[in-house]
């Protein structure tokens, strides 16, 4: 059969066993525990001599149906779903380092990645070497004996910076390291990671996945493009498991223990999700044009940033990376901090709520919220300022979406 389009594939995934009654939609298989025929069977299962659903929190064939379709969307080798974006990026390092490891990492991320980063693997013995990632002089110059990962995002939120994928990518192979690219705003409709040298992709599903804001998940792609005996962390799965060996040591070892997985319910919404999620996008894309050209020319906003907008600065990296599409999120700045807060509570189609690619449009100051707890020399790192709104576009008819923010900022 010839490769098809993007939602034509992800209608027509197989199940991975045959339906007995035929149904055009994955049941929601909601049992804890699954039968075998024999006490030999469930032993050769456990010695993974014979596959199949044994305890829902290691697998379950709904879980498993949602993992075969972003599979076959993303074109790696596999997927584990977890239940939130945060325990993607935790399994992932988790199982890539150990105690008096480091990972290189992007200095501008998602406030909760930082934190994870920074506060709390750090206990564990993890060191993170912060980076804006621009040279590559620069990172190999963190880079010693005990590095085993470079860690970004592919936009950053709410900054939208992009990253040369390519140029980290030369250096993640020259030096033997992972690299791990955090997609969430770059849905597998849009990026392609394997194409451009990623090895890992960590996503929160609960965003463009979950098909407008229905349920919480994660998701961990292997894009089979690394050779895991490179990694001391790995290299002990590999005699056993070959390429494979990344997602058993994260299925057998982290996930399973740690008890991150994604639930059967969460599972069908974003099968569902997944099935809609490039007509979703492509309109949101549409507002974000319409929006950009009102925004530019209104005399009361300062800045507006998008790097779809073909006279921002990153536009050239969005068209190589993400065919045009790098995400559906903007920023804008008024004068003060002040008019942002008189400006969003005047917003009556806009919400203010804090999440991505909901089907309603969703706004936030960043400096107050997200970034909270960061310190101002912190924030200001960062690139945050208390000027600044976060906007995620919705599907809303966009005439309503700027007539919305014309009124409240009058």
């Not at 074109?75 to 390092?93: D, E, H, L």
Request: charged share 20%; with cysteine; proline share 3%.
């Amino acid at each position: 059969m010839k490769k098809t389009g993007f939602t034509t594939t992800a209608l027509n995934v197989p199940y991975a066993k045959h339906d007995p009654h035929k149904a055009l939609q994955m049941p929601l298989y909601e049992s804890v525990a699954y039968e075998f025929d024999s006490a030999e069977q469930i032993e050769a299962n456990f010695r993974g001599e014979y596959i199949a659903h044994v305890y829902s929190r290691t697998a379950s064939p709904t879980v498993e149906y949602f993992e075969l379709k972003l599979k076959a969307l993303t074109q790696s080798s596999g997927v584990i779903a977890v239940s939130s974006g945060m325990a993607a990026i935790t399994n992932t390092i988790m199982a890539l380092t150990k105690t008096g490891d480091n990972i290189i990492s992007g200095n501008r991320l998602f406030g909760h990645s930082f934190a994870l980063l920074q506060n709390t693997l750090s206990e564990f013995g993890l060191e993170t070497r912060f980076s804006d990632l621009s040279s590559a002089e620069e990172i190999e110059k963190l880079i010693d004996k005990n590095t085993r990962a470079i860690y970004f995002e592919t936009v950053t939120n709410p900054q939208l910076d992009i990253a040369d994928i390519e140029m980290l990518s030369r250096v993640a192979k020259k030096h033997n390291l992972v690299l791990v690219a955090d997609s969430t705003i770059t849905p597998p409709n849009v990026f392609s990671g394997g194409k451009f040298g990623v090895n890992i992709e960590v996503m929160s599903t609960t965003k463009y996945i979950s098909g407008g804001a229905t349920s919480f998940g994660g998701a961990i792609v292997d894009h089979g493009n690394f050779d895991w005996n490179r990694n001391p962390n790995t290299a002990s799965y590999t005699e056993k498991f070959k390429d494979n060996a990344f997602l058993i040591k994260v299925r057998k070892n982290v996930y399973r223990n740690t008890g991150g997985s994604m639930a059967p319910q969460t599972a069908r919404f974003q099968i569902q999700g997944l099935d809609i999620l490039e007509l979703r996008v492509e309109k949101c894309y549409q507002n974000c044009l319409a929006l950009g050209e009102f925004m530019k020319a209104h005399p009361r906003i300062k800045k507006v940033s998008y790097p779809g907008l073909e006279t921002d600065e990153r536009y050239p990296l969005a068209q190589k990376y993400f065919n045009g599409i790098p995400g559906t999120i903007m920023s804008f700045e008024l004068e003060s901090k002040a008019a942002c807060y008189t400006f969003m509570n005047k917003l009556q189609i806009i919400r203010r709520a804090t999440n991505l690619n909901d089907n309603k449009s969703l706004i936030i100051h960043p400096h107050s919220t997200i970034y909270a707890e960061f310190t101002e020399e912190e924030r200001i790192a960062a690139r945050i300022n208390d000027r600044m709104m976060r906007l995620s576009v919705g599907i809303e008819n966009v005439d309503d979406i700027i007539a919305d923010i014309e009124a409240a900022l009058k």
